[in-house]
């Protein structure tokens, strides 16, 4: 065996029965016994069983030689939960150690009682803890700190009536940084499971805090800063001193420390009203997240899910840093996909050429996904930004000419989207697309494809025969492909009738006979019927104008953006998801209201973190996400983007709702033609939302 610094020796199996021997008998020497107990701890460590010693190990513990009180504290540590039945009898003697003139014993004492919690333990413990925490000695007073927070989680409204939180409390302003250290984490840690206890911390408190931070290890420093949200400040000038002195007393090598700094400062950047301050620290937080951008793969990910928010939030922080979040050679796939998600999101037209220089070299990447993403990002753009609409479908175009059958069918979608909004502009492209229909196989391909037959059906000499290409094996086509299909034949009938008729008629019949989906058995009949009336009524609903296309993008409102920011450097960051969803022990968090707080975040905010604002829907909610007509915005006129409302819904997991004008019902014999003309007219008119395809997020 490998020498590692151990003795080897003890490290062999022993029977329990064997060490049982070795250990009992009032005349064998303590040097033998500590000999013995090391025998037991490493056949333990080895994963042998060795709880049939427990009743013997016990015995042990009237030895007041440290060394074999830390190895039967280990030891009954380990198995005291499993063997809890001896338990009682080990309480007087837990006790005793915990009067013990030894500050160490005292503490293993209280550590190991506080593990073997039962509640004849809670009860004999109370006492012991009440002492501990006005002890003389900084390291029982730590380890009583985190026995009030053990106590709690198995007995709250015991640990609430005795007092012990207020002990907490004013045990923050500690001179010992261990002491301060262990008392804000057993705060928070109460705080965030409790339901009847809030923290709220004074300016005092915080700045005391803040300013104790270069003195504290990196856990401490964490727990620190994790308290330090609980501060409300009331004046922007409170935020801002309390932002100097964190800025001043915390070194920021740990990606850990970092992000939650930055969550901090992002916190009270809420507070601050003076845009020189504001300005000041969104560099200060701007350099937080650009010095990490070279960690390890798995840890950057995290940080970059984080940016992700962070640049909705406040898109000015990283304005000036996009070249951090271009791609390398080396980075795993799952860190491409998020930066340029990224990318999009801090695209202006200033650096809109050399965003999509990197874009088209991303669509050529390796990856499959990276290369979808790429050219997914290019189409965003070009609906969102028209000065940089030319520079993107040209970029598009480069990219179908090199073939690539995947890069080439995600191209055709993302076309698809920006002809919708540019009907007019980039109609040249048709020819090009139509080069490549037997090359595609994907259903979105399909149906982008079809669209643009039958929205050019006009333009195109030899229409009918590209649309030839899918009607014969309509019956095996996804319900989608079916739909666009229909739709295109239509638009062919009434553009070309002679050309028209058979497909029409062929594609209309599979539809409202053969078609096993009720939406296409629906459509199916509507179109027949709609093909009774008069030509020009039939092509004023079917080929009815475009609405001009507004734009609706992936940014999520601001209260949900700052919800899930309060979260920062957690899990709930990295899956953009309120950790109600997936975890129930882990509390929302809103925005605290105070008289400094900036008034855009006033409408959502709430008077504690951990208390939901009142006639506020959260993002569980699906009505949350959901805004009025009246609040689409203007892509041009907004960098960054609206919502795409249904997509974003989607992705958090609550139920997506639509309104949708009722179908034809195919079991009634007649119907009102001119009615049904105007109800195709109103969803034909309604404002086009983009699929999920060029909407979705990350």
């Not at 338990?87 to 003697?93: A, F, G, R």
């Not at 960690?295 to 940080?303: A, V």
């Not at 990002?377 to 598009?396: E, P």
Request: hydrophobic share 45%.
């Amino acid at each position: 065996m490998t020498d590692l610094n151990r003795h080897d020796k003890y490290f062999q199996y022993s029977s329990p029965d064997e060490l049982r021997m070795d250990l009992v008998g009032d005349k064998k020497a303590v040097s033998r016994k500590m000999a013995v107990m090391k025998r037991i701890i490493a056949n333990a460590s080895m994963g042998n069983d060795m709880s049939s010693l427990f009743s013997s190990v016990i015995d042990c513990l009237d030895i007041q030689e440290l060394g074999m009180k830390k190895m039967v504290y280990l030891y009954l540590s380990n198995y005291g939960m499993a063997k809890k039945e001896p338990l009682p009898m080990c309480i007087d003697k837990f006790v005793q150690d915990a009067l013990s003139q030894d500050a160490m014993i005292r503490a293993l004492a209280l550590r190991t009682m506080s593990s073997l919690l039962t509640p004849d333990m809670v009860q004999a413990l109370l006492d012991p803890v009440r002492r501990g925490l006005f002890d003389k000695n900084a390291y029982v007073r730590k380890t009583a700190a985190m026995c009030v927070a053990k106590m709690h989680k198995f007995d709250a409204p015991l640990m609430e009536r005795s007092g012990f939180i207020e002990k907490l409390n004013a045990m923050m302003m500690d001179s010992h940084k261990e002491v301060l250290t262990s008392a804000v984490a057993a705060l928070f840690d109460i705080s965030e499971r409790s339901t009847t206890i809030q923290l709220n911390l004074n300016f005092k408190q915080a700045n005391n805090l803040a300013g104790r931070l270069l003195e504290c290890s990196e856990w401490g420093q964490t727990y620190i800063l994790e308290v330090l949200m609980f501060y409300i400040p009331q004046t922007a000038q409170e935020a801002h001193m309390l932002v100097d002195t964190i800025s001043r007393h915390l070194q920021l090598r740990s990606p850990t420390l970092a992000m939650t700094a930055t969550k901090v400062a992002l916190y009270l950047l809420n507070y601050i009203h003076d845009p020189e301050r504001k300005n000041a620290l969104c560099r200060w937080i701007s350099r937080i997240l650009v010095q990490h951008m070279q960690e390890p793969p798995e840890i950057l990910f995290t940080i970059l899910k984080n940016v992700q928010l962070i640049v909705q939030r406040r898109p000015l922080i990283l304005a000036s840093e996009l070249a951090h979040f271009f791609c390398t050679y080396n980075d795993p796939e799952y860190v491409k996909l998020v930066k340029l998600d990224i990318i999009y999101r801090l695209t202006t037209c200033e650096n809109a050429a050399q965003v999509v220089d990197e874009l088209q070299e991303c669509a050529s990447d390796i990856s499959v996904d990276v290369s979808r993403k790429a050219i997914n990002v290019l189409g965003r753009l070009a609906l969102k930004w028209d000065s940089i609409a030319d520079a993107c479908m040209a970029a598009l175009e480069n990219i179908l000419q090199n073939n690539v059958q995947y890069a080439l069918q995600e191209s055709i979608i993302v076309i698809k989207d920006i002809l919708r909004k540019y009907p007019d502009r980039y109609g040249y492209i048709v020819s090009v697309l139509c080069e490549h229909i037997p090359q595609l196989d994907e259903p979105q391909a399909k149906v982008s494809m079809i669209w643009i037959l039958g929205h050019y059906v006009h333009r195109i000499d030899r229409c009918e025969q590209l649309l030839g290409h899918y009607i014969p094996t309509f019956l095996d086509e996804p319900a989608e492909v079916q739909l666009a299909l229909m739709t295109a034949t239509v638009k062919l009938f009434l553009r070309k009738p002679k050309a028209g008729a058979d497909p029409v008629q062929k594609v209309l019949r599979w539809a409202t006979e053969q078609a096993t989906n009720p939406d296409c058995r629906d459509r199916g009949f509507f179109y027949t019927r709609l093909l009774t009336l008069e030509a020009d009524l039939a092509s004023s609903v079917v080929f009815a104008e475009i609405v001009p296309f507004e734009g609706a993008f992936d940014r999520m409102e601001n209260h949900l953006l700052d919800q899930l920011l309060l979260h920062g450097s957690s899990l709930v960051t990295v899956f953009h998801q309120q950790p109600s969803i997936w975890m129930q022990n882990v509390k929302p968090r809103y925005m605290p209201d105070s008289p400094a707080l900036e008034e855009a975040s006033r409408s959502h905010a709430s008077t504690h973190m951990h208390r939901a604002p009142p006639q506020y829907y959260t993002m569980t909610d699906a009505s949350a996400l959901l805004l009025p007509q009246s609040d689409t915005l203007d892509v041009s006129r907004s960098p960054d983007g609206v919502i795409n409302h249904d997509t974003e819904q989607q992705r958090l997991g609550a139920p997506a709702t639509a309104t949708t004008a009722p179908a034809p019902s195919s079991a009634s014999g007649s119907m009102n033609t001119t009615a049904a003309a105007a109800s195709a007219a109103v969803v034909t008119q309604r404002p086009w939302t983009p699929p999920v395809a060029v909407g979705q997020l990350i």
